[in-house]
């Protein structure tokens, strides 16, 4: 059978597609998932859960595989030098992708984020036209104004206060006292101040994009058919630059299809590599790999950006903690200012109180501020194939902090959140606030096992003991080798403790960016056309021309939304 469409990923872009393409019943769609399904009704109760760390602490939805460096690497690097740290980067191998396994966070970013898309050539994604966009994701269940939608297929609402534990409390009390003003809806005027955080759940049950666009409704279509535990393998071709259809193990076993049209939905690390497999990107890196060049595009796993951040960590008094009672949240008040430093435009900051950190008995006790950069400089990392085989992961490096002013926005960062620890709300719910790095030995302790959950047990008994081996505890076995004084009061030690903590925020995009033909970085045009090429398309993350100052979960979904009326319309 050939399709019109075959959708190559069935993430957060891949499931809006699937939804809007097949909702022309001439149109005939293939998507193919390499994770499993989330059945309506039968979703697994992990991606259900509001707290989302059973989820993406969960191996069983990612791909394993993925190694990446966050630090900065030079591109002339001393070939003999010690190869960069690889750490693991989460990646959601599911359907929903990404909207399956994330914080569930819903966030747009500023408009002057679109208005920069348009400036750098994708035309027609100002601010004004992908407002509509955003819209038509979402139903908010709270607000109902200008900015927000009340038809979409995603719910969105706000956990009441009255839900909050302590520790939530608390950071919104600190952040009145300290002049920041209350944002009831921080998708509404984009402005600084603090505010409950918007999250695509309802009825204390996350919304995936799966969940939401390809509900039992929608499965009924007899022209849409999701092909879930299916990898592309390959992208097929007839003539040199005409794109016919992919190669895919299904369950297993090796199988083709053909279609009018692919479209990569496959995440921006999964799909550059697609492309480079192909033959389409840089050519010299192609060529060293023996892949011969059928088009030389060289943006292709280019410019990879994320949001570099950091953490500063707490112990939780008992009276702070999350009970679980009425919800299980650990994400309530987040929290937007402007740095004012290096030219960067308004609300280039972005805060987040954890009320919990981990899923055990440990993260249970201890809070974190993650501080990260929104309006990010850094745009140099890069995604290279390691082989031609479809089974091994890229090499991919973030290159984060790239731009000096990064750093300098982080840690200045830490000097405005730390005073906060002395709000006599925050004392009177927390203690012992120390530096935190999201490292692999956090990582490691964070994964979903028995043996974690006995060591974090005992751990955590130790922990609600006298105030002196908490503290000795927390410096010896917890912190990583720097004190907020240190990093507050001595510039050396806060670059070295940034550079060697700063982590993504799984934002991971850009990489095959939308722009003009004759911008050498560009890969698609402005409908996620490949340039130069038939029969392909990217729509996902990876065509941002540069990541927007928001989790990057409803910025994808709109770009989906957007790009499936220019698809339907012709274009
Ligand atoms: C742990 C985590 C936490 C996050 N938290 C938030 C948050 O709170 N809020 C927010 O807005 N954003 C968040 N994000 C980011 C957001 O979820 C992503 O930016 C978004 O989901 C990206 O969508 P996508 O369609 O580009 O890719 P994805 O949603 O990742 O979809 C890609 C899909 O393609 C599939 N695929 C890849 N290769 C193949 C292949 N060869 N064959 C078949 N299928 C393939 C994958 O399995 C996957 O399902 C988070 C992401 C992660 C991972």
Same mark, same amino acid.
């Given at each position: ?29 293939? +998507? ?27 191996? %069983?939805?990612? #791909? ?52 920069? #898309? ?6 027609? #994604? ?94 009924? %279509? ?19 630059? %005409? ?41 010299? =890196? ?8 059928? =088009? ?33 949240? =650990? ?27 981990? #899923? ?13 950069? /929104? ?23 973030? /290159? ?64 609600? *003991? ?20 240190? +990093? ?41 056309? +490949? =340039? ?37 319309? *012709?274009?």
């Amino acid at each position: 059978m050939e399709f019109d469409y075959i959708i190559v990923g069935g993430g957060s872009a891949g499931s809006t597609l699937a939804n809007r393409l097949s909702a022309r019943s001439a149109n005939r769609v293939l +998507v193919c998932e390499a994770g499993e399904d989330t059945p309506p009704g039968k979703e697994p109760p992990e991606i259900l859960d509001s707290y989302p760390g059973t989820a993406y602490l969960n191996p %069983r939805f990612h #791909w394993t595989q993925l190694k990446v460096s966050t630090e900065v690497v030079g591109h002339n690097r001393d070939p003999n030098a010690p190869p960069p740290k690889l750490r693991k980067y989460e990646q959601a191998r599911v359907l929903g992708g990404g909207s399956s396994i994330n914080g569930q966070m819903a966030n747009r970013g500023a408009p002057t984020d679109f208005d920069e #898309w348009h400036e750098r050539g994708a035309t027609g #994604w100002r601010w004004k036209d992908c407002l509509p966009y955003f819209k038509k994701i979402e139903r908010d269940l709270d607000v109902d104004d200008e900015w927000h939608g009340q038809d979409g297929h995603i719910p969105v609402r706000r956990v009441p206060e009255r839900q909050w534990p302590g520790h939530a409390k608390a950071l919104a009390e600190a952040f009145g006292r300290a002049g920041y003003k209350y944002l009831p809806d921080q998708n509404g005027r984009f402005e600084d101040g603090y505010f409950p955080i918007t999250i695509s759940n309802a009825e204390e049950k996350r919304v995936s994009a799966s969940i939401g666009y390809l509900n039992a409704e929608v499965r009924k %279509r007899p022209n849409l058919t999701i092909s879930t535990l299916t990898h592309v393998t390959e992208l097929l071709f007839d003539e040199e630059r %005409r794109c016919v259809g992919v190669k895919a193990t299904v369950d297993g076993r090796p199988q083709e299809f053909r279609a009018k049209e692919v479209i990569l939905c496959s995440g921006a690390i999964h799909s550059p590599a697609h492309l480079m497999r192909a033959g389409i990107g840089p050519a010299r =890196h192609l060529t060293d790999l023996g892949i011969p060049v059928r =088009h030389a595009l060289y943006g292709v796993g280019q410019r990879l950006m994320d949001h570099p951040s950091i953490a500063l960590a707490s112990f939780l008094k008992p009276k702070a903690r999350v009970t679980n009672k009425e919800t299980r949240r =650990h994400l309530f008040v987040g929290m937007r200012y402007s740095s004012k430093m290096g030219g960067a435009p308004p609300g280039d900051m972005f805060v987040v109180g954890a009320s919990k950190t981990s #899923w055990h008995a440990v993260g249970e006790q201890i809070a974190s501020f993650i501080l990260f950069v /929104n309006k990010t400089y850094s745009e140099t990392g890069e995604v290279r194939l390691r082989s031609r085989n479809p089974g091994d992961e890229p090499e991919v490096e973030f /290159n984060l902090l790239s731009d000096r002013r990064d750093l300098e926005r982080l840690a200045d960062g830490i000097r405005r959140l730390t005073p906060l620890y002395n709000d006599p709300a925050m004392r009177n719910m927390m203690s012992n606030p120390f530096p935190a790095s999201y490292s692999d030995k956090v990582r490691q302790v964070g994964e979903i096992n028995t043996k974690n959950r006995i060591l974090t047990g005992v751990m955590a008994k130790l922990l609600d *003991g006298p105030g002196f081996f908490r503290r000795y505890l927390i410096e010896n076995l917890i912190m990583e080798g720097y004190t907020l004084q240190d +990093v507050c009061n001595d510039e050396d030690a806060a670059e070295a403790f940034i550079r060697g903590a700063a982590v993504g925020v799984w934002h991971a995009s850009c990489t095959c960016r939308m722009g003009a033909e004759s911008d050498t970085m560009a890969v698609t045009n402005n409908a996620g056309r +490949v =340039h130069g090429m038939a029969g392909l398309r990217v729509v996902d993350a990876s065509i941002f021309p540069v990541v927007p100052c928001a989790n990057t979960n409803f910025p994808t979904i709109m770009t989906a939304e957007k790009i499936a009326d220019a698809i339907l319309a *012709g274009h």
